[in-house]
């Protein structure tokens, strides 16, 4: 009886101690995969593409930091203005947006947190509907080898999607 108790205990231990890891992982907010995504959604009215992406917290955040080699926190007041600054540049660097063989200028609008995500917002210069739609987007390339960004461009209630995983970048779609 008593080498049972002891083989019951000592086969605990891998479950305890796994169960820990998992914990310690789960609070610190690691995750396992490096995904992001961007939608373009023309809008027929604006004749604008309204974009947002939808990235993780964390992973935005190290991202720009590397990038410019600062030490700047999403959901701290002193940090906003130069966050803004950063994630606009860091997108104008990492996101093109072609449409019919022409560069359209993207405006960043801004960001809003979510829990553990960012929500970032764009909006194209005036274009008339596009027939074709080239997208370059890098994001978060700079920080992991195994990013993945699923990409939904919207026009006229056609929707597309595509995944790109590092380092493929360019999305080309006819409409």
């Given amino acids: 009886m008593k080498k049972i108790v002891r083989k019951f205990s000592y086969s605990f231990l891998p479950v305890f101690f796994c169960s820990v890891f998992i914990s310690f992982i789960s609070v610190e907010g690691i995750h396992p995969y490096h995904v992001g995504s961007v939608e373009f959604n023309y809008n027929q009215k604006t004749k604008t593409f309204e974009i947002t992406g ?11 930091n590397k990038k410019y080699s600062k030490k700047l926190h999403f959901g701290e007041a002193k940090h906003k203005a130069q966050m803004n600054e950063a994630l606009k540049n860091y997108i104008a660097e990492y996101m093109k947006l072609k449409t019919d063989n022409r560069y359209l200028k993207i405006d960043y609008l801004g960001f809003e947190e979510d829990q ?9 210069e005036v274009v008339e509907t596009p027939k074709k739609i080239e997208t370059s987007i890098s994001l978060l390339y700079n920080l992991f080898d195994d990013q993945m960004n699923i990409i939904h461009v919207v026009i006229n209630g056609k929707r597309k999607s595509f995944r790109l995983s590092y380092p493929e970048q360019y999305f080309y779609q006819q409409f």
């Avoid at 939808?54 to 720009?64: G, I, P, T, Y």
């Avoid at 553990?116 to 194209?124: D, I, R």
């Fill in 54 to 64: 939808k990235f993780f917290l964390d992973d935005l955040e190290n991202a720009v």
């Fill in 116 to 124: 553990e995500s960012v929500n970032v917002y764009l909006e194209s």
